[in-house]
């Protein structure tokens, strides 16, 4: 985890932190807009503390240190009580120094400790009166805030009029979820303006804006309520409740919590249970719709936090535990252009390496050239890169207050980068007009693979040599192949050209998912291939599905459906040799869906009636796998699992039936424990499937 604070070496070098911190904190809270990433800002920020401390006598009165916002934001609406920031740990030894501090404050264990998201916005005050929502204010220097009352309206999550009549004040943040964020920018560079750099500088930006000639829609979430002047029995009500039910309240009340999302506000009794709750929200971190940047414990009980009180700047029951940054600002050195197996070409970012989440990284993905230019990217930008987990690297947007004047347009490419033909540019996806025949090597070598057709002794330097003497010209013509024609290639003697024959023949009775995964359908791949399988049975029912039909596989929406159609359709001279050569195309154990009008059949995957022994359970595979399944990948495991009428998935959830543990089954064995989801050892696990394994040889 990334923590360390930037050293200062002298008195000159403070006095430069404080005024950089200071005009960092000022653009944020002004405009949204900052010259330093929320990493950079926090380093420095424990770097001016850290100095502060070895030299008390030389603190200066601009230091952000102990101030809410860093001393920067402003207000005049006064808040009813403090609205204050919250103190920061980074690891475990620091929270659990943090607890015990805490403990030792009150004088007894803490019993209940809520544990949420720290969510990645804006912190505001709602006010509503009678019921109806009537000002929204800034946190502001934590005594006063500003009103920005003119959002109401734009805001989900707080309406307009509560479920009941009460006088309360909401606090919470507010954010732009990604989805928002996206439509923010689109409509922001429509208009002519930069793109945010983020969701956060977007929505900070966007709360102070008032005469915008267009509307940007921001999301609420509420961490807390007080009662205000006026209030009666509720005041009493709220300052006597723990906070978790406080948030029940609230959210009885018709306002946004966390608690309908994957990382819903939790109370557990142990800092053991706090700890593992810590782990288990920043796993989820990358899928979240929504940014996040810590968690947040509190001490549940409300005679807890009164005993531990308050300090100026934070509470005393309630402390930050900080994520790795997965943002960073860098500069864009250069764009590359690389073609894929099916011909699109697609641009990579170059960027100066940076470590975002305990990597370094030095390219990040570029969408398409529409993408390019609605964001105004430049060669020599600063730009924000966003990483998560094992999400790929993306640029976010240009920091277009950074820039100076010498940045360069991205220059597109005029001709296919891999063989020169021209590119179709009708789509935003651009792509070679020779598609797969641009990058054959690449496209024959795909299908070959261990998860497709498998054939073995197929590697890419024999398919060059396969390409370069023309006996291929797709996948199709491995299953026209003649022995002498490979035995008058370099390097294949008799044995050698007898097993390619072989593994090429077995290859004929792959199953329809595996086939239709050779294809290499833009936009499906080795799941959504088993899914589309499973669901039509056969290849000529795929062929025949129209956008609407295919949309009733999981996971397909309208696009990718059309997408799909379209594919099939430029695909259909390769089935055709296909099915000429003799390779199979159907599923084994699928049953057809009916035909318009029909009654029963299979309507989706895992609806059979068959019996199956896994019918209408969801299977996770962890670990490494012995006894009958010890040699299965772990896409031919899931291709076990959905032939034995189960749906594989890759994560434990409430939603999974049953977790097969092989050795070193790690956290996804935890979680399963957890939450008493059923565990079989893969013996087990082979029993039950029995019918179902692949026979051997």
């Not at 002298?10 to 000022?26: F, K, L, N, P, R």
């Not at 916005?121 to 009166?129: I, Q, W």
């Not at 299965?632 to 977790?659: C, D, F, P, W, Y």
Request: hydrophobic residues 40%.
């Amino acid at each position: 985890m990334t923590n360390s604070a930037v050293v200062l070496a002298d008195t000159a070098a403070y006095a430069a932190a404080v005024e950089e911190a200071s005009q960092a904190a000022a653009a944020y809270y002004a405009t949204g807009e900052s010259a330093l990433d929320d990493d950079a800002y926090d380093r420095l920020a424990r770097g001016i503390a850290a100095y502060e401390q070895d030299h008390p006598q030389e603190v200066l009165a601009e230091s952000p240190t102990g101030k809410v916002a860093g001393g920067a934001a402003v207000g005049d609406i006064p808040h009813t009580v403090p609205m204050l920031s919250l103190d920061n740990v980074f690891s475990a030894e620091q929270f659990a120094t943090w607890t015990a501090s805490l403990e030792r404050r009150i004088g007894r264990p803490v019993t209940a400790w809520s544990v949420e998201p720290k969510l990645d916005g804006l912190a505001v005050a709602a006010r509503y009166r009678a019921g109806r929502l009537e000002q929204l204010i800034t946190r502001g220097d934590g005594t006063a805030g500003e009103d920005v009352s003119h959002a109401i309206g734009t805001v989900v999550g707080l309406p307009p009029q509560l479920a009941e009549p009460v006088t309360i004040e909401m606090r919470g943040e507010i954010l732009m979820t990604a989805e928002q964020f996206e439509q923010a920018n689109t409509l922001r560079t429509e208009h002519g303006g930069a793109p945010f750099a983020n969701a956060r500088n977007g929505a900070a930006g966007t709360l102070r804006a008032k005469d915008r000639a267009y509307t940007v829609e921001m999301t609420f979430f509420a961490y807390g309520a007080l009662a205000l002047p006026g209030s009666g029995q509720l005041t009493a009500t709220l300052a006597e409740l723990p906070h978790s039910e406080t948030l029940g309240y609230v959210a009885g009340l018709g306002v946004h919590t966390a608690a309908d999302t994957a990382v819903a506000p939790r109370t557990v009794t142990t800092v053991e249970d706090v700890q593992a709750r810590i782990e288990e929200v920043a796993s989820l971190r990358a899928s979240l719709p929504f940014g996040i940047d810590g968690i947040v414990i509190k001490a549940d009980l409300a005679a807890d936090q009164r005993d531990a009180g308050n300090g100026t700047r934070a509470p005393r029951w309630a402390i930050a535990y900080k994520l790795p940054a997965v943002e960073k600002v860098t500069r864009l050195l250069g764009v590359e252009w690389n073609v894929g197996r099916t011909g699109i070409i697609a641009p990579r970012a170059v960027l100066e390496p940076v470590e975002i989440d305990g990597s370094t990284v030095g390219y990040a993905t570029l969408h398409n050239p529409a993408d390019i230019t609605r964001r105004d990217l430049r060669i020599g930008d600063h730009v924000m890169v966003y990483k998560a987990g094992d999400i790929i690297p993306r640029i976010e947007a240009p920091v277009a207050h950074l820039r100076t004047g010498e940045e360069q347009p991205v220059v597109f490419p005029e001709a296919c980068p891999q063989c020169g033909s021209e590119i179709d540019t009708s789509e935003q996806r651009w792509r070679c007009v020779r598609g797969r025949d641009c990058r054959l090597v690449a496209s024959i070598s795909y299908a070959a693979g261990r998860d497709q057709l498998d054939i073995e002794g197929l590697g890419a330097t024999r398919v060059v040599q396969l390409v370069d003497a023309g006996l291929v010209a797709d996948f199709a013509d491995l299953f026209t192949l003649e022995r002498g024609q490979l035995l008058a290639l370099d390097r294949m003697g008799e044995t050698s050209t007898d097993n390619l024959l072989a593994a090429i023949d077995a290859a004929r009775a792959q199953p329809l998912s595996r086939v239709f995964c050779a294809l290499g359908v833009r936009g499906t791949g080795r799941s959504m291939s088993r899914r589309i399988a499973r669901y039509f049975a056969d290849m000529d029912r795929i062929r025949a599905a129209d956008v609407e039909t295919l949309q009733r596989v999981d996971g397909i929406g309208k696009e990718k459906a059309a997408g799909v159609v379209a594919e099939l359709v430029e695909l259909a001279p390769l089935i055709e040799k296909l099915v000429a050569a003799g390779v199979n195309m159907t599923e084994p154990g699928a049953t057809p869906p009916p035909e318009p009008g029909e009654e029963g059949g299979a309507a989706a995957e895992g609806e059979g009636s068959d019996g199956r022994p896994l019918d209408g359970m969801t299977v996770v595979v962890t670990g490494a796998m012995t006894g009958a399944l010890e040699k299965l990948s772990r896409n031919q495991m899931n291709e076990l699992i959905e032939r034995a009428g189960g749906k594989s998935s890759s994560s434990v959830s409430k939603r999974t039936t049953l977790l097969v543990a092989g050795e070193k089954a790690g956290s996804k064995r935890a979680k399963a424990e957890e939450l008493g989801v059923r565990i079989a050892a893969p013996e087990e696990f082979a029993r039950l499937i029995e019918e179902h394994l692949p026979s051997e040889g």
